[in-house]
């Protein structure tokens, strides 16, 4: 398929580290789309524990042991997210909700970005409830803390997590 008639999705975030969580939105924005990039954020706010690089590689590793991933690509952007949106092609951004806590924040990015551009569209998928409770900072905590991450973050990534967290 030619790219200009390519549906594509941007999956934007962090990822410090990638979680359950992330894994299960890919896994069901992927099936909306032709194409589903994954946007990791090079300067977040946050302090980022994992570098950029060690961020992507993870998301990768993740990637490669799924092969109904395929159309899925990860790219790391800088600025502002509506221009690398407008910049791969696409016109949806895609972002989970886990709880009422996470709406008011999220609805306040997609006004923004409508704001800044009005042929982009954020669409919300309800985080499984299985992966509510989760995020990257917990996960982080625990690993720090010698607890257990498995089925927290997908299975082939929990090593290089815990050997990053425990250096
Ligand atoms: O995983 P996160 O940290 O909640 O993701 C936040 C992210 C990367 C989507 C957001 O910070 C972002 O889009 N940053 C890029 C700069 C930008 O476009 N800012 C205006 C919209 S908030």
Request: hydrophobic letters at 45%; glycine letters at 6%; aromatic letters at 6%.
């Amino acid at each position: 398929m030619k790219e200009e008639n390519m549906r594509i999705g941007v999956y934007p975030g962090s990822f410090d580290p990638l979680t359950n969580g992330h894994l299960d939105i890919i896994k069901r924005a992927s099936k909306l789309f032709d194409k589903l990039i994954v946007g990791v954020l090079r300067n977040s706010a946050k302090n980022s524990i994992f570098t950029m690089e060690e961020r992507v590689a993870l998301i990768n590793k993740t990637l490669s042991v799924d092969p109904e991933l395929h159309n899925v690509e990860v790219i790391m952007f800088e600025g502002l997210l509506v221009d690398f949106v407008k910049n791969s092609g696409a016109s949806t951004i895609v972002r989970g909700l886990r709880a009422v806590s996470d709406y008011e924040y999220e609805l306040q990015m997609a006004m923004l970005n409508k704001h800044m551009c009005e042929d982009i569209d954020t669409i919300f998928f309800m985080t499984d409830i299985k992966n509510s409770f989760l995020s990257s900072s917990i996960i982080k905590d625990v690993a720090k803390n010698g607890g257990s991450i498995l089925g927290l973050v997908p299975e082939v990534i929990v090593e290089d997590i815990r050997n990053k967290m425990s250096e």
